[in-house]
């Protein structure tokens, strides 16, 4: 259900359109276009109007469609928009009642830095998953672009996600604040989806200007004379709007700036990327009072997903005259939330162009802390399969044999159902256990879940046989072996942690 928001009043049709015209002009992305006019509609359809007002939108669209100069997403949405309206507005004489004025059962208000993870987590794991379940269960969402997800597929699955975590006003707008995650985190094709998501949950139509910053260091130049840790200056960078077009100004401190102009050459060349998707490259060294790198927009970037693997291209800031030959680096990039290696570089005129294919996804733990104190609600079907898991286990364990769980009917659960079986078999043993055994059984419980975490979460302790629980509950675990079983299973107890010890290296103790 889509929430009406308290001061929202019944605005003219003329007001509400020129209101998505504007946020049309302002899409970065094209291809999210029908997200737009979707929400866009939902939120008009919820606000009760009667069949007048319907009837006076669908004059003013013919105009627009008429009289104004269209790009072919814009006209396309607008089109489909007006059919929808003369066929359900207008010629079945339906109009809806007003939606409820009400957000129910919603959570407290997390704090400010507890938005961000949880923004990264709903963007690059939640949603993913989310949008797999929605097409395997049928639905049409329209064709993807370049092969990827479905664009509307994409919306239905974060309002699904939202309305399930059960947010409040509050948090929503909280949401849609500058700076919670940066371009390593997030593609700005997921961003300007849940943008339109949230504002159609809060009943609203306006929106904000999209952000530019903030911005993200791509990569710089082997002979670079710019200092180590550079990429924090790049997080402190402004965006500036000259006569003469766009900059990005990232501060150099005067000391930095004294050492890059005594090297001959000066060299400073890099590449940036900020939150609307624009790559930018560096231009020259602004000296004076304050000290900056200045960088020019070189374009947009965007995933194709027509192929196997995900790609990217990027410009590079080396020359190909300086280029060693070979298409090798320490580090993968990390970028939109995924890690990339590199593919290829293809030399254009005097630009250099890298070809980026996909690797992985961003690690959750490596974006997000396990410990946000924001806690998502299971769908029915998540607590079922651990469920299901847990009795399989006291089967196996009465039964003396691993049949249970093998005939699990989730048959990726079988794994990780066997390696706790060997962890719990291990406890009752009633050997005195060396602690490189239980390590090495905790290590394997993790790998295991690892391939189901993504849709499932970490194993909840609760299922945990008794008597592995009760092993870790009497001899409490070591400093290690604490962090490891933090890092396989939801819930562990606190009394775990409040007396564990750091002397003990050979036992479980």
Not at 80 to 88: C, G, L, M, S
Not at 262 to 269: E, L, Q
Request: a neutral charge.
């Amino acid at each position: 259900m889509f929430a009406l928001s308290q001061s929202r009043k019944v605005s003219d049709p003329q007001k509400e359109l020129d209101i998505l015209l504007a946020r049309m002009r302002q899409r970065l992305y094209p291809e999210t276009m029908p997200v737009l006019a979707s929400y866009w509609l939902k939120t008009v359809y919820s606000a009760g109007h009667q069949r007048a007002w319907w009837k006076e939108l669908n004059r003013l669209l013919k105009q627009v469609l008429r009289k104004q100069a269209l790009d072919d997403p814009s006209r396309e949405a607008l089109m489909d928009i007006q059919a929808w309206v003369q066929e359900t507005g207008l010629r079945s004489g339906k109009t809806p009642a007003a939606a409820a004025v009400k957000f129910e059962s919603v959570r407290a208000n997390p704090k400010a830095e507890r938005l961000a993870p949880y923004l990264r987590r709903l963007l690059n794991q939640w949603l993913l998953a989310e949008v797999a379940r929605l097409l395997i269960n049928g639905g049409e969402y329209g064709v993807a672009q370049d092969g990827g997800i479905p664009i509307l597929a994409a919306a239905k699955a974060l309002e699904r996600l939202l309305l399930r975590d059960r947010l409040s006003p509050v948090t929503l707008e909280m949401l849609l604040q500058p700076g919670l995650v940066s371009p390593r985190e997030a593609y700005p094709v997921d961003m300007e989806i849940l943008t339109d998501v949230v504002l159609a949950l809060l009943g609203r139509t306006s929106a904000r200007t999209p952000h530019v910053m903030p911005a993200t260091l791509l990569g710089v130049a082997g002979d670079s004379s710019l200092p180590r840790g550079y990429g924090e200056a790049v997080r402190q960078a402004s965006y500036v709007q000259t006569g003469e077009g766009d900059e990005v100004h990232v501060p150099v401190a005067a000391v930095e700036a004294s050492d890059i102009l005594k090297r001959d050459p000066v060299r400073i060349a890099s590449t940036i990327v900020t939150m609307d998707g624009r790559c930018w490259e560096s231009e020259s060294l602004q000296s004076g009072e304050q000290h900056y790198v200045i960088y020019k927009p070189a374009g947009r970037l965007r995933i194709d997903f027509s192929a196997d693997h995900a790609k990217l291209i990027v410009p590079w800031p080396d020359s190909p005259l300086q280029w060693p030959g070979s298409v090798q680096f320490r580090q993968p990039f990390e970028l939109f939330g995924r890690e990339w290696r590199e593919s290829s570089l293809e030399m254009e005129g005097d630009r250099a162009w890298l070809h980026l294919v996909f690797s992985r996804a961003l690690p959750v733990a490596e974006i997000q802390p396990e410990d946000m104190g924001f806690r998502r609600s299971h769908l029915a079907s998540v607590d079922m399969a651990w469920a299901a898991l847990e009795y399989a286990l006291a089967e196996s364990l009465d039964q003396k044999s691993g049949e249970p769980i093998e005939e699990l009917r989730r048959m990726d659960f079988i794994p990780v159902g066997r390696a706790m079986l060997g962890l719990a078999r291990l406890a009752r043993s009633g050997r005195l256990l060396k602690r490189e055994a239980i390590e090495t059984q905790l290590r394997s419980i993790r790998y295991l879940q690892s391939e189901i975490a993504m849709e499932y979460g970490r194993v909840p302790w609760r299922i945990l046989p008794a008597p592995a629980r009760s092993m870790f509950l009497k001899r409490r675990p070591d400093t290690g072996l604490l962090e490891l079983l933090h890092q396989v299973f939801d819930g562990v107890p606190e009394a775990l942690g409040e007396t564990a010890s750091e002397s003990s290296p050979s036992h479980a103790a």
